[in-house]
C-alpha cells in the first residue's frame, strides 16, 4: 500500500524512517505504523535514527490474526490524540476497512468501496479490491 501513496508527487508521501514518536499528555508512546503518509515539509531528516518525534499526517494499520481489538483501538486513540488526522486500520480477513478521523468521526468501508485521502491526500483514491 505504501507505494500507492507515493503516487502523487505533489504531496510527496511516504513512510516516515525512523518509526514515530507519539506524545500522549504527560506519556511518551513509541509508535510504529504499518504505512504512514507524512506532508512535504514535515518528514523527519532523511539522516535521522531512532523514533522521530511527530504525528504522521494519515496511518495505516493492517490487522494481523493475534491483534487484540482494545491494542489496536488504543493504538487509534494514541494517534488521533497525537495529532494524526485520518487512521485507516485495514482487516484483510474481513475485507473491510475502519477509516478514523481526527474529529470522532468513524466510517467503515467494505471490499466493494474504497480508500479516499479526503482533505490529508486530496486526490487519493483507491479500490479496495486492489489492496485486499
Known amino acids: 500500500m505504501s ?14 524512517e525512523p518509526p514515530t514518536v ?27 535514527t531512532g523514533f522521530a518525534d511527530l504525528a ?12 487484540q481489538p ?8 494514541d494517534w488521533l490524540s497525537a495529532g494524526t488526522r485520518l487512521v485507516w486500520v485495514v482487516d484483510p480477513l474481513r475485507r473491510v476497512v475502519r477509516v478514523y478521523r481526527q474529529g ?3 466510517t467503515i468501508v467494505t471490499a466493494d468501496g474504497g480508500l479516499d485521502g479526503e482533505d490529508v491526500l486530496p486526490g487519493f483514491a483507491c479500490p479496495l479490491a486492489t489492496i485486499l
Not at 507505494?3 to 516516515?16: C, I, S
Not at 499526517?57 to 491483534?67: F, G, N
Request: charge should be negative; glycine fraction near 10%; proline fraction near 9%.
Open 3 to 16: 507505494h500507492l501513496l507515493g503516487a502523487d508527487e505533489r504531496h510527496a508521501a511516504r513512510a516516515p
Open 70 to 77: 482494545g491494542e489496536v483501538l488504543g493504538k487509534v486513540a
Open 56 to 67: 504522521p499526517d494519515l496511518v495505516a494499520e493492517v490487522l494481523s490474526p493475534d491483534d
Open 104 to 106: 470522532g468521526s468513524e
Open 22 to 48: 507519539v506524545t500522549t499528555g504527560e506519556a511518551i508512546v513509541r509508535r510504529a505504523p504499518d504505512v504512514a503518509f507524512v506532508s512535504r515539509g514535515r518528514e523527519p531528516p532523511s539522516h535521522a
